[in-house]
């Protein structure tokens, strides 16, 4: 391709630097300690396991909290171990949701195994069958900028999914303690 | 009382408890459970692909301040095993009905393995299980189950027996 490749903390930053008061939940490995590290919020809920589950913990959020954009930031192994969600939030057509893949092609939490996406499997062409129909691959550093721009949109449900370096960035690690990231993260929401 | 009744109960008791969304993955003996939340404007039905689905989209529910329930077969909770440590480690409240299968009459011995290790499977998984075997104690056993995990943080299921949901019509 000749491109060079988007390197995963500036794909983070760069999309939830204006993320206002959006929600952000990240699934098990690299996705979390990215959002830690550039986007750290009590309005982030952080999963270190419940592999496949971050999409539909997303959806959750996302038809409770229906007037706020929830954002899912998640690998694209995790997202193929939940690929069925994208079917569920298809059908839910949640207004406010974000699924945001980094797609390294590879499973980097276990030593760097290439995933289905790096075989061949279009996950976002899965998305778009589904029928989220605001879906699409990022690989550059010009279509990162004009995303930027409508990421923060809502009224259908998106699909984005960036293909990033292999590059594993030190880790920052969040709270491993899920009942307090649920206190701390309802008591920001302010639900009871 | 016909299947409908005591299923109608169970909706009441869902309805003033607060809950406004209800996952399930189609299933025969929640019918009428399933049917009235499609047609109640004030609830999300999310139908899911597999019963896994429904654990993280509680806790989801739960973060955002929405009380939520499960409907799924026995076979089901087998579907839901790795992702139920989410409900532990956070300690969400959770409530589960599970229409049994695998017991009382079944034509179908594919549905006996899961069937026989439903409970145990549950518990070995943190959750709280009640047992139904009458209709008469099951909109009582739900209410019961939601008081017990939204008060208390836990996981609760009640397993409705195969008997009270009536013998399945086989040839037709």
């Given at each position: 391709m000749g491109e060079v490749m988007l390197r995963r903390r500036q794909v983070v930053s760069e999309l939830l630097k204006?993320?206002?008061?959006a929600i952000v939940v990240t699934g098990l490995g690299s996705p979390t300690y990215d959002v830690a590290a550039v986007s750290p919020s009590q309005r982030n809920y952080y999963l270190?396991?419940?592999?496949?589950g971050a999409v539909m913990t997303g959806l959750g959020i996302a038809l409770a909290q229906t007037d706020t954009h929830v954002i899912v930031v998640t690998g694209d192994g995790e997202a193929l171990m939940g690929m069925g969600a994208l079917a569920t939030v298809a059908t839910q057509k949640p207004a406010n949701l974000t699924i945001l893949i980094l797609d390294n092609e590879h499973y980097g939490e276990t030593g760097m195994q290439k995933s289905h996406v790096g075989m061949g499997v279009d996950l976002c062409g899965v998305a778009l069958a589904c029928g989220i129909q605001n879906a699409c691959t990022i690989r550059t550093e010009d279509e990162l900028k004009a995303l930027c721009k409508t990421?923060?949109?809502?009224g259908e449900p998106k699909y984005v999914q960036v293909k990033i370096d292999l590059e594993s960035p030190p880790r920052v690690m969040p709270t491993r303690d899920a009942v307090e990231n649920k206190i701390t993260f309802r008591a920001a929401l302010g639900v009871t | 009382m016909s299947n409908c009744d005591w299923q109608q109960q169970v909706y009441d008791v869902i309805i003033s408890s607060g809950i406004r969304l209800v996952g399930y993955v189609p299933d025969a003996g929640h019918t009428a459970l399933i049917n009235n939340a499609k047609n109640d404007g004030e609830v999300c039905d999310v139908v899911m692909?597999?019963?896994?689905?429904g654990i993280p989209l509680c806790a989801g529910a739960w973060l955002g301040g929405m009380r939520s329930i499960l409907l799924m077969q026995s076979s089901g909770v087998g579907n839901c095993v790795n992702m139920l440590s989410l409900q532990q480690i956070g300690r969400f409240p959770m409530v589960i009905l599970v229409t049994m299968?695998?017991?009382?009459?079944?034509?179908?011995?594919?549905?006996i393995p899961m069937g026989s290790t439903t409970q145990q499977v549950l518990e070995l998984c943190g959750f709280k299980v009640e047992r139904v075997e009458q209709e008469a104690e099951v909109a009582e056993t739900v209410q019961a189950a939601i008081d017990f995990a939204y008060n208390s943080d836990v996981g609760v299921a009640v397993l409705i027996s195969q008997k009270l949901i009536g013998r399945k019509e086989w040839v037709k």
């Open positions: 204006d993320r206002g008061d270190w396991g419940a592999m496949g990421f923060h949109d809502t | 692909t597999t019963e896994e689905e299968r695998g017991e009382y009459a079944e034509f179908n011995p594919w549905q």
